[in-house]
């Protein structure tokens, strides 16, 4: 079995959005920051423990992932915006920080198209949404079962505990669900949107891209074409870093902390 991340010290709500029982992990003290997680949720957010003397860190799961409900009805990832509209009314979340990853970068940035005035500063990290033919992503489908784990992070030894060597069928089914979940909201089979990047201009508040340099699944070098769509976006490339970047690399967490307490 592989390993299971600790939610000790944080606060678990159950909210009922649209119908459909979405779990929410909350702590800390401070400006709120909402986290939007990536396609898979097996790795945790232990991470955003270094953001808890500074920041309170809201943590949901989307729909179809982890412990909230399946929505069959989610087709696209306007559907999960407007999920997380009405979330953060229940929340009272009026103004936020907001910080996605992979799949939920790219939910952010679509919310912050929207919604920016909901926002006070935004994180994109590793986001997908914006596409180049010259930095494809793998294709998956390819891929050997056992060389999966080295895509999603630099060091290898950092991930085994919550992938395992020889996954169980628990372990796998849950995979399984949650990229049914992916699939329901990604069009033609990609992940990525054309139309995105011509809304992009319409995110003027303060916005944070960061990178890891060895990331496999969305390459580094997609950073510069989300600066040049975002009018007020710094980059930061992190090294030794991978797809899982606020998981395995202090320094993007700090990176990121700095951004929404105020930096650049």
Do not use: C
Request: proline share 7%.
């Amino acid at each position: 079995m592989p390993a299971r991340f600790s939610t000790a010290g944080f606060d678990r709500a159950e909210h009922l959005v649209g119908g459909v029982r979405t779990v929410v992990y909350s702590a800390g003290r401070g400006e709120p920051v909402v986290y939007l997680h990536g396609g898979g949720t097996w790795h945790g957010f232990e991470f955003a423990r270094d953001w808890l003397d500074r920041f309170r860190v809201v943590v949901p799961y989307h729909p179809g992932y982890g412990e909230s409900a399946d929505d069959p009805t989610i087709d696209s990832v306007h559907d999960y915006v407007l999920h997380y509209l009405e979330l953060f009314d229940r929340l009272g979340l009026k103004r936020t920080n907001l910080v996605g990853a992979s799949l939920g970068g790219r939910i952010a940035a679509e919310f912050a198209v929207s919604h920016a005035h909901r926002l006070t500063r935004l994180a994109l990290v590793s986001p997908a949404g914006i596409a180049a033919a010259d930095l494809p992503m793998p294709d998956f489908a390819r891929i050997p079962p056992a060389e999966l784990p080295a895509y999603f992070a630099w060091n290898r030894d950092f991930i085994r505990p919550w992938w395992p060597d020889e996954p169980d069928a628990e372990f796998l089914a849950a995979r399984a669900r949650e990229g049914a979940a992916l699939r329901q909201v990604t069009r033609a089979g990609s992940i990525n949107s054309e139309r995105l990047g011509r809304w992009l201009h319409r995110v003027t508040l303060p916005t944070l891209v960061v990178w890891g340099r060895d990331d496999r699944i969305l390459p580094a070098g997609l950073a510069p074409l989300w600066a040049q769509r975002l009018p007020n976006a710094t980059v930061r490339i992190i090294e030794q870093a991978g797809h899982l970047l606020l998981d395995e690399s202090p320094v993007a967490r700090r990176v990121v902390a700095e951004f929404l307490a105020g930096g650049r």
